[in-house]
């Protein structure tokens, strides 16, 4: 469809791996003027571990309605997690649940798509735990349970089984076809060999550019919306892209986005693909305008939800308060709290010198590790530049704080509590006047020498 335009506000449906919310952003600041949250808690009934689809669409229409007359929107954008696709049959039912991807498969499984799988400098996706290559989930759906994969009409990406939703339109776009899934080659721009090798090509809704408007909602939603009028749904975006997006308009390269949330994705904008390390979770990503960003990551927000429930809550300033004391008792964590991605697989965590350690010099020694992690995450993909941190983290001063110092470059923490959604209703054409500066670009940096190469030694890993 033609899109109308210009837009006053902008719907956003913008679902994490842990909680999902419809923001109202308006069109000349990028303010967040409505937002509701719910958590997204992973259906354990049926066949396998599963996202809870119907929960969300309830949801998202019961926030569309709220929204519908205040403050009101002109258009509705769509962000996800990655690692997700929705098979649909020919009557636009679930063929199969919507597989969580962190849940992990039986080895002969994991066995048969190693033989199966593009090499890297196909896909430069490297092989990763349970489902987060959505390839590996597809090839399980359709070992494990052949009769109902057989059923299979439709294979939507997860923004735009969304849009779908909204629209009656099918679409996959390749922000969420680039995140690691082994589906796509980003040399060639195309789907990789293994669509293919699985028999998949007549099954893939077409592909679509995150910028389209694919349609206005459907009449019958419109109608339990209370929707005055015809409003256009766009394609939507990867979450991390989105994060991205904003900075790809009008920032010259190069420089690094560290987008944080569940998990910390790294983006070395301006750099290439001919050193990354698919051991080391080093990977391409694909942003909106079909291009491959080296990248890396781990799940720095889970790790820290978890070591947040073990310690306790302590205040900010407590934790910054402690920093100095644990740089000088040597306080550290190895990784990996979670397993199964980041720059060092094979590891698992341990605390150094943290037998009588207080709880805030825990959180601030907590707050160091998460810096070293991105430090050695922005390394393997050879950034250089800024650094624009998004998300939860560019909150955490002792995180910032701390990347700064180890880098030597300046860090840019960026005020709201993620990009993603601004980034989403960016899709639309709206081009937003920033309404805030960025927080703290000047800090007084930590000598971190000693403590970094510490961290590396007890790791047996040589900088």
């Known amino acids: 469809m033609t899109a109308p335009g210009p837009f006053r506000r902008v719907a956003v449906l913008d679902i994490g791996k842990t909680n999902a919310k419809v923001v109202v952003l308006d069109a000349t600041t990028g303010a967040e003027i409505g937002v509701v949250r719910t958590p997204n808690p992973v259906s354990t009934s049926g066949i396998y571990p599963h996202y809870d689809l119907e929960r969300l669409w309830t949801f998202t229409l019961e926030a569309l309605i709220s929204f519908a007359t205040d403050p009101g929107f002109d258009a ?41 799988r593009p090499p890297f400098d196909e896909t430069f996706s490297p092989r990763l735990s349970g489902g987060l290559n959505l390839g590996a989930q597809l090839h399980y759906q359709q070992s494990m349970f052949p009769d109902r994969f057989a059923n299979v009409a439709t294979i939507t990406t997860y923004p735009q089984y969304w849009a779908w939703r909204l629209t009656g339109i099918a679409a996959n776009e390749v922000t969420s076809l680039g995140c690691h899934t082994d589906l796509w080659s980003p040399r060639t721009c195309e789907y990789s060999s293994l669509i293919d090798t699985l028999g998949l090509r007549a099954r893939m809704a077409p592909l679509r550019s995150a910028f389209d408007a694919l349609g206005p909602v459907l009449p ?26 904003p900075h790809l308009i009008g920032r010259e390269p190069p420089f690094s986005v560290v987008s ?70 040597g306080i550290m964590l190895l990784p990996n709290v979670m397993s199964g991605s980041g720059p060092f697989p094979g590891k698992d965590r341990r605390w150094i010198a943290a037998e009588d350690a207080s709880p805030a010099e825990l959180i601030a020694a907590a707050g160091l590790y998460l810096a070293l992690m991105t430090e050695a995450c922005l390394g393997l993909i050879g950034a250089s530049g800024p650094i624009l941190v998004e998300g939860p983290f560019a909150l955490n001063e002792i995180y910032a704080t701390a990347l700064s110092s180890l880098t030597g470059c300046e860090v ?21 006047v920033a309404s805030s500066t960025p927080r703290n670009n000047e800090r007084q940096r930590l ?15 040589s900088l």
């Open 260 to 329: 944080t949330g569940t998990w910390v994705i790294n983006f070395a904008v301006g750099g290439d693909l001919d050193h990354l390390d698919p051991a080391r979770d080093a990977l391409a990503n694909i942003d909106a305008y079909g291009r491959a960003v080296p990248s890396s990551r781990f799940m720095g927000g889970r790790e820290f939800e978890i070591l947040q429930g073990e310690i306790g809550n302590v205040p900010s300033a407590d934790a910054r308060y402690a920093l100095d004391a644990v740089i000088e008792k």
């Open 76 to 116: 509705i954008s769509i962000t996800t997690h990655g690692a997700s696709a929705v098979l649909l049959d020919a009557k636009g039912d679930l063929a199969l649940p919507a597989l969580d991807y962190e849940h992990r498969y039986p080895d002969v499984v994991n066995d048969a798509y190693d033989g199966l």
């Open 220 to 245: 019958e939603i419109a109608n339990q919306i209370g929707l005055p009028r015809n409003i256009p749904v766009y394609c939507g975006i990867h979450d991390s892209n989105a994060s991205l997006l």
């Open 412 to 432: 840019i923490a960026l005020p709201g509590s993620t990009g993603t959604s601004l980034g989403a209703a960016l899709l639309t054409g709206i081009k937003p």
């Open 447 to 461: 000598d971190l020498k000693g403590y970094h190469q510490a961290w590396h030694r007890a790791l047996n890993i």
